[in-house]
């Protein structure tokens, strides 16, 4: 019989708080790790030399000037849609409808085009889409948001299901506004009058978007962090009993942060519809509603450091989609390196949260001995 | 609350302000005119040198990868073209996969062009209005853009359509499930009034609605008991949809079945099923050994040699340009002698020969009745502005004219014996 005690090999153990520049070294560590992993599996798998892949990446992104301003935008876009839902996540309220709400602003700034443009004179028609997406995507959000506070439905799988709805509408609008005939595509709205196209600033199309959703990332961190309504939204997500206790109307908070939620989805769907795309399809939004959940969680739910989260993001799909061009491979290649990049970096969270105790030689024989 | 509001008054403040500062100004095009500009000229690649191919970089746009059935077949034609032209991937030539019918098209093209590309390839529908407006920003470079309808009416020069007669090919698949229909009626597998076809559509557009039409009179040329129905997905690429659909078509009655989408999906069920089927953009034959008939399919190499061979010798490209059996670009390949019916090679050819030579068209108006009516005449909007209107007349000679004014098809015509399970 062996009834021995033994001390596990390691033991893991919550960290008291880091200091920020170990966090960093941790962070960084993993990053390097993860290039390493990288390297490793490009030159096995594919043969390529790892060093011209990370330079391919690189290029992605920063190869010209174009190319950095395509960059831009997409962080601004996924940005956008990563602010909408942290006011919800900061509240532990799981809105993982943002891609359905940008479809809905998305859809009422196009239905605006379409049917004001040979109406309304073009500053009208863009006043419409702006007040009409931003209503859209809050009406959206507001559904879900009214069901939780009232009969508490469960808020995940309420605006999961809203985007398909909204997928479902947007198709069925792709056919009612199609051309040509049959074909289910809208094609360019307004092509030759420019009704509703946004004005580009300084001859940079997308220099809008990014002024806009960098207006919308400060004001979103001083809502959160210096406002009555962020402090609220932070009570509620820390206890709901608290909240009540304190005084604050729960059911109140929930709906009001859902709609902001849902409008600022919904001026996502307006910028891309009004100022970049000029058109409508069910899959504008490519899918940054749910890659939001992840900007927004790497960053822990802070609008400044959601900037470098939607960068990174971004910077990897791009490189991805830059090494699937110049060397002839599969874009899931890139996919996959994102992949392996994305697991180290979530998996260092967890050894700047825990710490692993390994058992000291010395410990086995004293506690086998008992 | 307030400072919601406050923020989104600023915004609106901020966009209209800088919307006031640009007018719309309404851009000076001259009156469009549409010069008969369709050819289906071949390329003689041996005439090129290697002088007039190392001048040449060129680029191509997909809207998915090679697990979807059309892009593959695209992105085959892509390779096999630019490498027998001795050019080297990611130097020479590029391929982006995966871009979405939107801005992205543009940037993708865009950043061709910064590559240093002359000639643009697209191959998606959807992707059209953006090349277009590439083009026009990039005068220098000529985009190709396959299956598209605008190329003819635009009046941007440098901006070109591309198109096969498919329905060609797809009329002899209908051969091909004809002879297969009447083998099953003559081993009493079914009655000939059984023979009813099942067709998996994408769109109710043109394109789809010309390649199940001509399929459908190809069958009938052999069966003339066969009747067809025809059901949507609703997107060109869906193998869910498309397994729903041949499930449904199956369940209806259909013997046979054939496509036009872009995944495996209703092949699949086929083979599962034990129901023949004649397939698109590529044979399936070792993925469904024992239903797989044969496929038809657009050789786009032909296409690929004529656009870059021209641009490499310096000459102007047309609007449109049109593959057909005989220049190489339509095709049906790798026919399954263990499924389709005895002396199903010989009548293939036999009908080739004659569609090739003239003597039978497809879309005879003799073989065909609109209402229980002869087609006599028809205006197809072949001048594609967003209008709609029609504004050619195409039945002449007693046939319809498809892809001869244009490349694109503009076949929409409902016909009788033929019967659309959802509208």
């Excluded at chain 1, 927004?296 to 802070?302: C, D, E, G, P, T």
């Excluded at chain 2, 028809?378 to 504004?391: C, M, R, S, W």
Aim: aromatic content about 10%; charged content about 15%; some cysteine.
């Amino acid at each position: 019989m062996n009834n021995k005690q033994r001390s596990p090999l390691f033991h893991i153990a919550k960290r008291s708080a880091l200091r920020w520049y170990s966090a960093w070294a941790i962070r960084g560590g993993a990053v390097l790790l993860a290039l390493v992993v990288c390297g490793v599996i490009t030159s096995q798998v594919t043969g390529e030399d790892p060093i011209a892949v990370y330079k391919a990446i690189f290029e992605g992104s920063f190869g010209s000037s174009r190319k950095a301003w395509v960059l831009l935008q997409n962080i601004a876009m996924l940005l956008c849609v990563s602010l909408a839902v942290t006011p919800a996540f900061r509240m532990r309220c799981w809105n993982l409808g943002a891609e359905g709400q940008a479809l809905a602003g998305a859809l009422a700034a196009a239905a605006c085009m379409i049917l004001l443009g040979p109406k309304l004179p073009n500053g009208a028609v863009i006043l419409c889409m702006i007040v009409t997406s931003i209503l859209a995507g809050a009406i959206w959000a507001g559904i879900p948001a009214f069901f939780k506070a009232k009969w508490n439905t469960n808020e995940t799988l309420f605006t999961l299901m809203m985007n398909y709805v909204a997928t479902q509408l947007v198709s069925y609008y792709c056919v009612v506004w199609e051309s040509p005939k049959g074909s289910g595509n809208i094609g360019i709205i307004n092509p030759n009058t420019q009704i509703g196209w946004f004005p580009s600033i300084a001859g940079q199309k997308y220099l809008l978007n990014i002024l806009v959703v960098a207006l919308v990332c400060v004001a979103m961190y001083v809502y959160l962090n210096y406002s009555k309504h962020g402090y609220e939204i932070a009570v509620v997500g820390e206890s709901e009993r608290t909240a009540r206790y304190v005084g604050i109307k729960v059911e109140r908070v929930i709906i009001r942060t859902m709609l902001l939620s849902g409008a600022v989805c919904g001026l996502a769907g307006l910028l891309l519809v009004g100022s970049t795309n000029h058109t409508l399809t069910p899959t504008l939004v490519e899918g940054r509603g749910f890659t939001a959940v992840m900007v927004s969680w790497l960053a822990k739910f802070n609008p400044i450091w959601m900037i470098l989260t939607s960068f990174l993001l971004v910077f990897l799909s791009r490189g991805a989609g830059e090494i699937a061009t110049n060397f002839g491979l599969n874009s899931s290649f890139g996919d996959i390196l994102t992949g392996v990049i994305l697991f180290f970096i979530i998996g260092s969270e967890f050894f700047i949260n825990y710490e692993i105790h390994f058992r000291k030689s010395g410990e086995k024989e004293e506690t086998s001995n008992v | 609350m307030k400072k919601i509001i406050a923020l989104l008054l600023a915004l609106v403040m901020v966009v209209a302000l800088a919307a006031c500062g640009k007018t719309a100004e309404p851009q000076a095009t001259a009156e469009p005119t549409f010069p008969f500009d369709n050819d289906s000229t071949p390329f003689d690649t041996s005439t090129l040198t290697t002088d007039e191919v190392a001048k040449i970089k060129v680029g191509f746009i997909f809207l998915h990868d090679e697990t979807s059935t059309y892009d593959l077949n695209f992105m085959t034609a892509a390779r096999e073209a630019c490498t027998g032209l001795g050019m080297v991937e990611g130097e020479d030539f590029l391929i982006k996969t995966n871009i979405p019918e939107g801005q992205e098209c543009y940037d993708a093209a865009a950043e061709l062009v910064d590559a240093g590309c002359n000639i643009i390839f697209a191959d998606s529908f959807g992707h059209e209005s953006y090349m277009i407006q590439a083009a026009k920003e990039f005068p220098e470079v000529q985009f190709c853009h396959a299956t598209g309808t605008q190329a003819h009416s635009a009046g941007v020069a440098n901006y070109h359509n591309a198109f096969a007669t498919i329905f060609e090919g797809r009329y002899l698949g209908g051969v091909v499930a004809g002879m297969k229909l009447n083998e099953m009626i003559a081993n009493g597998e079914i009655s000939a009034e059984e023979a009813k076809i099942g067709y998996v559509g994408a769109y109710p557009y043109a394109e789809v609605k010309s390649g199940y039409t001509s399929f459908f009179l190809g069958a009938r040329s052999v069966c003339p008991s066969a009747t067809m129905e025809v059901t949507f997905t609703n997107s060109w690429y869906d193998p869910t949809l498309e397994k729903e659909g041949a499930i449904k078509l199956i369940n209806n009655g259909c013997v046979l079945i054939s496509e036009h989408a872009d995944s495996m999906g209703a092949p699949t069920e086929c083979e599962s099923k034990g129901i023949p089927f004649v397939f698109y953009n590529g044979s399936a034959k070792a993925d469904c050994p024992n239903t797989y008939l044969v496929a038809s399919r657009i050789n786009w190499v032909a296409f690929l040699q004529v656009m870059i061979g021209r641009v490499a010798k310096g000459e102007v490209l047309n609007g449109d340009w049109t593959g057909n059996l005989a220049n190489g670009a339509v095709e049906l390949v790798d026919l399954n002698e263990a499924v389709a019916a005895e002396g199903t090679a010989a009548k293939v050819e036999e009908v080739k020969a004659a569609l090739v030579n003239g003597s039978v068209k497809v879309f005879d108006t003799s073989t065909f009745t609109v209402g229980g009516e002869t087609l006599t005449s028809y205006l197809a909007d072949v001048n594609d502005l967003g209008t709609f209107t029609p504004d050619t007349e195409v039945v002449s000679d007693g046939y319809f004219h498809e892809s001869e004014y244009r490349s694109a098809p503009y076949f929409d015509v409902d016909i009788d014996g033929i019967t659309i399970i959802d509208k």
